[in-house]
């Protein structure tokens, strides 16, 4: 482009764009770009309910069941909570039995081709009185059927005053599943359990 030929003019060059500062301002020609009632007036439907609406209180259960995948993923955990629970207080979950006042855990532990049997005591605390003295344990392997014949392996623990104590010996078999067998004076406790 040189200095010689004409730039082109804008479209609007020949409109006054702008009053000057001092021209007396009128009321009726100013005009509001923003005015709430008429933008809501033409808003569609959803978005005028969105400002009529009161605000919603906070709560911590609606977002959890907010739409139906929420709210059956929340009910399914608080089904299996109480589940848990309820197996727990029952004592299905543990693997502690009670005998005479004493809580026992029971472990079978495979060793090469036997079974080391690992009990270990705890005295509970709200026991009135607690078992002290010989106790005599029976172990065999679990059977299937009633006419099979099976070894039976015979031991005998003392339980002490001590608040814990642990006693292990090893039954000259290895089976995947064990019966035992815990007798005292006054009771007997009967327990079937898997090698580790």
Same mark, same amino acid.
């Given at each position: 482009m040189t200095d010689n030929e004409e730039k082109p003019q804008r479209p609007n060059a020949n409109y006054k764009l702008s009053k000057p500062d001092n021209a007396p301002i009128d009321e009726n020609d100013l005009h509001y770009h923003y005015n709430r009632e008429n933008r809501l007036a033409k808003a569609p439907r959803t978005v005028q309910e969105l400002y009529d609406r009161k605000p919603a209180r906070f709560s911590l259960m609606r977002p959890l069941v907010s739409s139906r995948p929420m709210a059956i993923m929340f009910f399914t955990i608080m089904i299996l909570c109480a589940t848990l629970i309820v197996f727990s207080l029952t004592g299905r979950l543990s693997t502690s039995h009670s005998l005479d006042g004493t809580r026992l855990e029971i472990k079978g532990i495979k060793y090469e081709d036997m079974v080391i049997m690992v009990v270990r005591k705890t005295l509970k605390k709200k026991a009135a009185s607690v078992y002290t003295g010989a106790v005599d344990v029976a172990v065999s392997p679990a059977v299937k059927t009633e006419d099979e014949e099976y070894p039976v392996f015979y031991h005998r623990i003392f339980f002490s005053t001590a608040q814990e104590e642990e006693y292990?010996? !090893?039954?000259?078999?290895? !089976?995947?599943? +064990?019966?035992?067998? +815990?007798?005292t004076e006054k009771s007997t406790l009967q327990i079937k359990l898997k090698t580790e």
């Open positions: 292990r010996f !090893a039954v000259p078999f290895d !089976a995947p599943e +064990l019966v035992m067998v +815990l007798q």
